[in-house]
């Protein structure tokens, strides 16, 4: 399998808006260039996932300070919110985004909770099988 063919895997653990922008660009990226994506939501990124949640301000990392937060708010008002990056990411390539199984259970979701981005709901051994040709990207 070369490189191209490899799946890119995201482990995305932080719900903060610069992280999962940063995560749906590079999903999107990789997508244009032919390669799937597996998205692997756990604990606060999983809670950016529900319904409702999606498109609401889920602040910047704390190393981004008071600046950065002001400029993560300002570039989320333009046209490529982060989940309308996953959306375009899906529509071009093979992107799937799986909500991690002990997350679901930690934080009392169930699937009809999650927003239509979400394809599934897999366990760490799952994920970790569909990851295994191709790098890993802890977010």
């Not at 999962?20 to 660009?25: E, F, K, S, T, V």
């Not at 999903?27 to 939501?41: D, H, K, S, Y």
């Amino acid at each position: 399998m070369n490189e191209q063919e490899s799946p890119l895997s995201l482990i995305l653990f932080s719900g903060t808006d610069d992280r999962l922008g940063a995560a749906a660009i590079l999903a999107t990226g990789a997508a244009a260039m032919g390669r799937p994506v597996n998205v692997f939501l756990q604990y606060w990124a999983l809670d950016a996932f529900r319904r409702g949640k999606v498109n609401a301000w889920h602040g910047a990392a704390p190393e981004a300070g008071p600046s950065g937060a002001v400029l993560v708010r300002t570039s989320l008002a333009g046209p490529r919110h982060w989940s309308e990056l996953f959306r375009q990411a899906k529509d071009i390539g093979d992107v799937k985004i799986h909500a991690c199984a002990l997350s679901m259970e930690l934080f009392d979701i169930t699937h009809e909770d999650l927003d239509p981005l979400v394809d599934d709901i897999e366990g760490v051994a799952a994920f970790m099988s569909d990851a295994t040709t191709g790098p890993i990207t802890f977010i």
